[in-house]
């Protein structure tokens, strides 16, 4: 029973806590977690660039573009909350203002020690491609928009400069590893043959590519074939695949269609795209029923499972979305499972 709106079920105020205006915590209330999240011990090697990374890298290009920057130093938070401690970013993401939002997050919360920083370079308009002066340009401009004084790994974008000489280019990163600004490199849009030329070129002196971003991911899985397999699991290099959630569609959030399948030519081929969607998303559906979390993060446990990923890129437009991300770290699918959702990808 409750008089003039006090609640006589409750347990008795002490004189303390009626003083200050607080009860005391019911017996049965949670015990409030002290310190740092468990996700905080959770660290893989990144290759053999020197850093352990949190076997999810938070991706950060939407910021600037879909995600304010306010919005994105929410999704920063929480990521780093829970235990996250790398981030992706290019120059070429939202030209460059993902860099200015990233960069103010590090320093406002005093984390750039304990974070560890992946950027893409080579797509900026100011600095485009991977030429020795424009790649040196690249890499100031970007220190600055990050407000550091390094990168830990420099992720060289093959797709924007596809005629530069990979001897000149790994030339002018042996620079700038010397010089403290790069601490270890990664490759995007190489092709086999090209990390097998780097690999020799690394024998006479220039620094080894240890990290390899690919577009992968459960639908996509052409683009990380058996040749860039095999060379990447002979350098015992660390895959971060990118695209890991198809835009958002292997969370469920765009049913309708993949965005992939609209620049495909042929209504044939994108409508087998959109089945292959329709059947991959029940198959996520069902396992995570099954596990009693998102497809976001059966999607993410998927690529987890695959040989020689690391830490797949995945972006986020809110911080809830961070809290399904991190949970694929912790699922660990059977190979039934596994079976099913590839099978249904087919």
Known sequence: MAFF????????????????????????APIPVQGPSVGSNIRVPLGESG?????????????????????????????????????????????????????????????????VLTVRVGGHADNPGLGPVNLIRAVEASLKRLRTDRIDVLSLDATTDPGSSLEDTLATAEWLVDTGKVRALGAYG????????????????????????VPFNVLRRHEFDADLRLVAGAQAMAVTPSHAL?????????????RGALSVRGAQLAANLNRRGSRTLRALDAVGADLG?????????????????????????????????????????SRSQLADIGRAAE
């Not at 076997?55 to 920063?76: K, N």
């Not at 780093?80 to 997050?105: C, F, K």
């Not at 437009?317 to 399904?324: D, G």
């Open 51 to 115: 850093s352990d990374a949190f076997p999810l890298i938070l991706g950060a290009a939407e910021f600037g573009w879909t995600v304010d920057l306010e919005s994105s130093h929410a999704i920063l938070d929480a990521y780093a909350e829970l235990g996250g401690n790398a981030v992706h970013t290019a120059d070429s993401y939202s030209s460059g203002r993902s860099e200015h939002i990233l960069g103010q997050w590090l320093h406002s919360r005093g984390l750039r020690d304990d974070i």
């Open 293 to 333: 979390v998102p497809d976001a993060a059966v999607a993410v446990a998927w690529l987890l499972a695959q040989r020689l990923v690391t830490a797949p890129i995945v972006n986020a437009y809110a911080p809830q979305h961070v809290e399904e991300l991190v949970q694929g770290v912790g699922v660990r699918l």
């Open 190 to 213: 190489y092709t086999a043959a090209q990390l097998v030329e780097a690999r020799i070129l690394s024998s006479a002196g220039y620094p080894r590519i240890t990290v390899l971003d």
């Open 5 to 28: 709106g006090v609640d006589s079920t409750l347990p008795p105020v002490s004189p303390d806590a009626a003083a200050t205006g607080t009860r005391r915590p019911h017996p049965s």
């Open 246 to 258: 198809e835009h958002g569609f292997l969370a469920g959030r765009q049913r309708s269609k993949i």
